[in-house]
Structures are given as C-alpha cells and as structure tokens.
C-alpha cells in the first residue's frame, strides 16, 4: 500500500497542455463503460433533481431516486472510474488504534498503461462540473425558500465535493496543500504568457 505523492505525467488535472506537449496525443477512450457509468449518475441525479416534479408529485419517491442515484455516483467514482480512467484512488483506514487515516494513490507513469487524454478530460471534467452545479441549487433552494429540497442538495454537495477533493489530494500529493498548487499552477499561467509576449516582441 502506497501513499501517493501523486504528481504524475500520467494524469491531466491542470497541466493538460503541457502534458500534451511532452507525449504524443493519446485520444482513444480506452474505458468506455467506465467513461459512460462515470457521467451516467451524476448527470441522471442533476436530471432527476431538475425534472422530478414534472414527471412526479411525490416528494418521497425524487428523494429516494436523487439519493440513490448520488450514492452509486460516489461508489462508481471512488472505487472503479478513477482508477481505471486516470489512475487515482483515495480511501480512509483505521489503524489498530482507532485511528482514521486517509490514503491517496496515484499510477506511477513508468511500464503503467497511461490513462488517455480523452478520459481524463472526461473525468475531470465531470468531477468538478457537478458539484459545482449542486452548489448552486443549495444556493437556489435557499433564495426560492424550497428548504424541503435543502437536505438533498447538501447530500449533491458532500458526495461530490468529497469524491473531487480525493482525486485533487491525489493529483496533487497528499502533503502538499491545495493552496500551494493553486500557486504555483497560476504562477506558471503567468510566466507562460509573459515569456510568450515577449516572443512576440
């Protein structure tokens, strides 16, 4: 069992640009399924949410499907699509002594299949979008005084914000902070286009 200082070529978080120049484009979708089930849950929870009450009266049953359907979403993403679509997992222990610590593991690039561009942007790209979204139905549940609504929406926000914050500690290690990355990620946006105005110069 590895802990994952998970700073890989492998896989595109933010640097998928200098990813792309560093190895040849790899654009097949080599996990299919798990690319489909990855967007299958967590865009039918956002549908069903949006759409229930058209198609149902009952607030029970949207309850019970929204939930259900968040629930396989955090199963399948924790345990199977990151894994196979861009080779990360995170999950928490208890040691012997009651302890509870959290593990973060990243695929190592070297004689590892690499994921495809095509999936990590899939995954990615799925990872943030939602959580984003129920985020702004917790905001919308409250300024349309739908408080009824507000339990599952918290439940959208933790089961997919706890899944994103995973796979971000095991892109970007386990010990270095989110802060740092954001940092240095747009310190080196910077530094990019200043060097290329100056090019242009």
Not at 149 to 156: D, Q, S, T
Not at 174 to 191: I, P
Request: hydrophobic share 45%; proline share 1%.
């Amino acid at each position: 069992m590895l802990t994952g200082d998970a700073n890989d070529e492998d896989v595109s978080l933010f640097d998928a640009e200098e990813d792309a120049g560093k190895r040849s484009k790899k654009t097949s979708i080599k996990h299919p399924v798990a690319s489909f089930f990855h967007l299958l849950f967590r865009v039918s929870a956002v549908l069903v949410y949006l759409l229930c009450e058209i198609f149902s009266k009952s607030f029970i049953a949207c309850m019970v499907a929204i939930i259900l359907l968040l629930s396989c979403d955090f199963w399948t993403v924790k345990n199977i699509t990151g894994r196979l679509m861009v080779g990360l997992r995170w999950w928490n222990q208890v040691d012997d002594d009651g302890r509870s610590h959290w593990v973060f593991e990243s695929r190592k690039g070297t004689g590892k299949i690499q994921a495809s561009d095509s999936e990590s942007r899939i995954f990615w790209l799925g990872l943030i979008i939602c959580p984003v979204l129920w985020v702004i139905f917790a905001f919308s549940t409250l300024f349309s005084f739908k408080i009824k609504w507000l339990p599952i929406v918290i439940m959208g926000v933790v089961l997919q914000g706890a899944n994103l914050y995973g796979y971000v500690r095991c892109k970007v290690g386990s010990k270095t902070s989110l802060k740092n990355m954001a940092t240095n990620y747009f310190g080196r946006q910077f530094l990019k286009q200043t060097l290329s105005k100056e090019e242009e110069s």
